[in-house]
DNA sequence: TCTAGTTACTTTGATATCAAAGCAATATGA
DNA sequence: TCATATTGCTTTGATATCAAAGTAACTAGA
């Protein structure tokens, strides 16, 4: 006889997690939607989380990791990782804030521009299909209540 | 002169991007809930996956991995790996079905429903929390736009 | 000035995530 | 029954994610 047995959680507490928790609602919905844009992102070998990234690097002047991290809700040390590859592939780059050395701006190229140009008629494309997939007013829905998490 | 340039995007894309994105949006939100509900349950050594994990584990039969991974939304790759870091603490076992030798049943344990009796009160306390956060009507809002994303 | 505290970021080590390719078992159709 | 297709899962290689601990730079107060 081993560990594995069936005396298990009560049904109706199992079920109570599975319908209201809006940590597991939230991830299988970021899961999913990360699939579908990462598929239609794909040609220009960018994901769903590279594609925010180089979106929020078009501002006047170029904004520090610290800026970005609690716009994407994203720890720094994530960021840090994040931008490597993209660096790399020459689409940013990280220079330091010449007033304050311990900040690093993160700068679009030429290259990111000219490659963001295409991407965001890809993203408004399959934005628009994720849409008419939608009742009516969901997207608003969501918006609204997703904005609300803090 | 380098390739860092100022020639960026145009600005009323960029923001209608920011706002508009559902993918952005729910990654974000994704990301503070997983963080939120990772630090709740981390005296138990589970993070929100796992915790979401556990729970659907909790059914008449031992559901196999092609099962779950829909029903987390998840990649079944990303649950061959998830399962193994429970399945090393002794959480859950793995078994072959029997009217099936491909497909594999996860089997919570004796060690898993003592410790996810105690870590599913955290869990309600913290959910209790996050609501109570939140406006009125938000919750079940968010609920049914979450569900909407297929 | 120092010096203590704070801030901005990076590194480390672990888990999470996916697509693509691979393997083995099952199912289907000739 | 044999060959082919499909199914269920795992492996691989890459990026994503975090907390904790570390480093360097700035700030404030004595």
């Known amino acids: 006889m081993n560990d594995a047995i069936s005396d298990i959680l009560p049904r109706e507490t199992v079920l ?3 319908d209201t928790c809006l940590c597991l609602a939230a991830q299988r919905a970021a899961r999913r939607l990360a699939r579908r844009f990462d598929a239609a992102l794909k040609p220009f070998g960018l994901t ?12 006047p ?14 720890n720094p040390s994530t960021l840090t990782a994040a931008v490597k590859p993209l660096a790399r592939r020459g689409l940013l780059t990280v220079e330091p804030d010449p007033d304050d050395r311990r900040s690093r701006r993160l700068r679009i190229t030429r290259e990111g521009v000219a490659l963001m140009r295409e991407a965001v008629e890809v993203w408004r494309a399959e934005h628009a299909a994720l849409e008419s997939d939608m009742d009516e007013d969901l997207p608003d829905t969501l918006r609204q209540g997703l904005a609300g998490i803090k």
Chains 1, 2 share one sequence.
């Open 61 to 74: 002047e170029p904004p520090p990791i610290g800026r970005l991290a609690p716009f994407l809700g994203m």
């Open 16 to 18: 109570h997690i599975r």
């Open 48 to 59: 769903n989380g590279q594609f925010s990234l180089m979106v929020a690097l078009n501002q």
